[in-house]
T-cell receptor, first 109, second 110 residues
């Protein structure tokens, strides 16, 4: 059972463009995290959101937690080639983290 | 600071051979530990998690097992590997703000 669905699955854009990645679920989470993963490495935590409606900014990345704590979005402004990677959302339920299906982003110079 | 070590980084094993992947955490005590498997370019599937020594919970029926012989050690094992066990395996520990991962092990069963 996949608790978290991400869209789009693949995204290829030109440098300088904006993009939004979505993470949706029918479940409520106590917190939600976003990770970025490079090929052959483990995911690296970018941000954690806890409160419904919360918005966090990390340089050109903006993360939002849905009001009902069931979904989240990641918006990247003026994407750069260094943003290329696999983006994963994860929701916390008790002691467990359930990961989304992943969004593979390629930013073309 | 807390760190997590996972080894080996890559492994090629024949079908039917045993498996042992080790994960250790430093700088924290009584961590919640996890084993995940990841298909190429996709999300992570939770295999096992442990909240303490000797306490293992399994998410999916499979050919693998896990053990936690020490507080900061988590081991993923198999008695006989299958071709379908190939994949990228990740160990993680839970911090209040999220999960921190090891470098991963690329397992190829041939």
């Amino acid at each position: 059972t996949q608790l978290l669905e991400q869209s789009p699955q693949f995204l290829s854009i030109q440098e300088g463009e904006n993009l939004t990645v979505y993470c949706n679920s029918s479940s409520v989470f106590s917190s939600l995290q976003w990770y970025r993963q490079e090929p052959g490495e483990g995911p690296v935590l970018l941000v954690t959101v806890v409160t419904g409606g919360e918005v966090k900014k990390l340089k050109r990345l903006t993360f939002q937690f849905g009001d009902a704590r069931k979904d989240s979005s990641l918006h990247i402004t003026a994407a750069q080639p260094g943003d290329t990677g696999l983006y994963l959302c994860a929701g916390a339920v008790g002691n467990q983290f359930y990961f989304g299906t992943g969004t593979s982003l390629t930013v073309i110079p | 600071s807390q760190t997590i070590h996972q080894w080996p980084a890559t492994l090629v094993q024949p079908v039917g051979s045993p498996l042992s992947l080790e994960c250790t955490v430093e700088g924290t005590s009584n961590p919640n530990l996890y084993w995940y498997r990841q298909a190429a370019g996709r999300g992570l599937q939770l295999l096992f998690y442990s909240v303490g020594i000797g306490q293992i919970s399994s998410e999916v029926p499979q050919n693998l097992s896990a053990s936690r012989p020490q507080d900061r050690q988590f081991i993923l094992s198999s008695k006989k590997l299958l071709l379908s066990d190939s994949g990228f395996y990740l160990c993680a520990w839970e911090a209040p703000q999220g999960a921190f991962f090891g470098q991963g092990t690329r397992l190829t069963v041939v």
